[in-house]
């Protein structure tokens, strides 16, 4: 490391450590000081690698034994599925706010399908897999300083479910300023927008510090399965964990066929004789647009990760992650150019032994990150079977309609004040709605459908409307009499 960059790490660390003297509050000095090991990790890396590119010439297509397809897999049997059970736990990452869909609070929160949330779901689906196996997988929840208040409140409500719920905080990291590199925060409380959850890949060093790793090895826990609170396909799959078992695999990173829809979605490569995250924050400009092509990489991360816990904690020990691809994340906040320092959970794959991708049907990557999202997932595409979501067999198409809703539809409020009811879409390829439209009860859209209501018109598409591959452009006002 030159000297200059040594010079910067020195006030870097000096002007994060005065923090600790801006409050009286213990427990948050405790927390903060507690972070501050990994904070530091985190900086020292990124000035140490920031100018390090990836060699775009070892990059490599996963051979064909380091991504498994799912129909190789077999069936568990059932009785294996109690014993797997005892060994398993489920980790949701619980980090995020509801803010991009116009709600406060926890995104886990919000309600997706039949008045229920995802957390709701969620604890369904452990609550059917423990009565179905009589075991006790414990559901974990990673909080971030956004969401623990709020989650402890909420799980009050599961205390009588067959659940054990456990939970636990990530880190807290200060923003950086871009131009002189030194923490944005002036004092440690007041202030969260000048602080930040540095990303999933936190769960490695946040299971270790929060004590949960250790506890869930001296309970005889083997693996953990890791996906986000919002991806309502990721369900505990005993094929994908017999897998495992059988062959010795310490890691698995699920992965499913890309569409126009996932283009900029992380892909797993093989580089330097190792299995690799490949993000697109980390590919060079003049790469663009090949990292997006399809047909060179033909899967995507979908963020359902399957981790030996006992590898994990020799990983941990060997500091091995302290060299883990870092993204750095530029922002705005009050007119200052800033950046935050990031890590993937999915960048940890080339630290363990035998790692693997399975590709997987479409139907384990079902996230929920907008309304779009929100519309299909409420649609008769699907139904509800013990909290976990099923494909509509009626559905000719293996695939799942693209759909783009308007920025008036954007917040879930406005969302649901648009739609007196969900259409029928079992026959829908693509759906594109843009400026103040409606939709009235019971209508059925199929093929390709676009409805454009242009600035100062509006469309209000009829109760029981048949849509098949239309263009709607202009006005349409259905007036209440």
Not at 446 to 470: C, F, Q, Y
Request: proline share 5%.
């Amino acid at each position: 490391m030159s000297s200059d960059t040594s010079a910067t790490e020195a006030a870097f660390m000096q002007k994060l450590s005065a923090l600790a003297d801006t409050t009286s509050n213990k427990e948050e000095v405790e927390k903060f000081r507690a972070d501050t090991p990994g904070i530091g990790k985190f900086y020292s890396s990124f000035l140490r690698n920031r100018k390090r590119v990836i060699d775009w010439s070892k990059i490599h297509r996963p051979p064909q034994d380091m991504v498994v397809p799912y129909a190789d897999l077999g069936a568990c049997p059932e009785d294996l599925k109690k014993k797997l059970s005892e060994k398993l736990v489920v980790l949701k990452l619980n980090g995020g706010l509801g803010t991009t869909m116009g709600c406060t609070g926890p995104k886990s929160v919000i309600e997706v399908r039949n008045d229920l949330t995802f957390l709701d779901l969620t604890v369904q689906q452990i609550q059917h897999m423990n009565s179905s196996n009589g075991a006790n997988v414990p559901l974990v929840l990673m909080n971030s300083f956004n969401t623990h208040r709020d989650t402890g409140k909420i799980i009050q409500k599961y205390k009588h479910a067959n659940v054990r719920i456990e939970t636990f905080n990530q880190s807290r990291f200060p923003r950086i300023l871009k131009d002189t590199l030194m923490p944005v925060p002036e004092t440690l409380l007041g202030n969260d927008a000048d602080w930040y959850p540095p990303g999933h890949g936190d769960v490695f060093y946040a299971l270790l510090a929060s004590g949960y790793l250790k506890k869930f090895l001296d309970e005889g826990r083997e693996y953990v399965f890791v996906s986000n609170v919002d991806n309502l396909g990721a369900t505990v799959d005993f094929n994908i964990l017999r897998f495992m078992e059988e062959k010795g695999v310490e890691y698995i990173m699920e992965v499913t066929d890309k569409t126009r829809a996932d283009v900029k979605g992380g892909t797993l490569i093989e580089y330097e004789g190792k299995a690799k995250l490949l993000e697109i924050a980390q590919v060079p400009s003049a790469h663009v647009e090949e990292f997006k092509s399809i047909k060179k990489f033909k899967i995507f991360n979908t963020n359902n990760l399957w981790i030996n816990l006992k590898a994990m904690q020799r990983i941990l020990q060997q500091n091995l992650l302290d060299d883990i691809d870092i993204i750095v994340n530029p922002k705005v906040q009050d007119g200052k150019a800033i950046i935050q320092l990031e890590i993937a959970a999915g960048a940890a794959i080339q630290y363990f032994n035998n790692a693997k991708g399975v590709n997987v049907p479409r139907s384990r990557f079902l996230p929920v990150k907008s309304t779009s999202d929100l519309f299909i997932i409420q649609s008769n595409m699907y139904s509800l079977v013990n909290g976990a979501l099923v494909v509509n067999p009626a559905r000719v198409f293996p695939s799942v309609p693209l759909v783009k809703l308007g920025d008036t539809f954007k917040k879930v409020s406005d969302y649901m004040a648009r739609l007196k009811g969900i259409p029928d879409v079992l026959e829908l390829d693509q759906l594109t709605v843009s400026g103040d439209v409606t939709f009235g009860p019971n209508m059925q859209l199929k093929g390709t459908v676009i409805i454009v209501a242009n600035h100062g018109s509006r469309i209000d598409v009829p109760e029981g409307a048949v849509l098949e591959n239309k263009v709607v452009s202009g006005n349409l006002r259905i007036l209440e009499h």
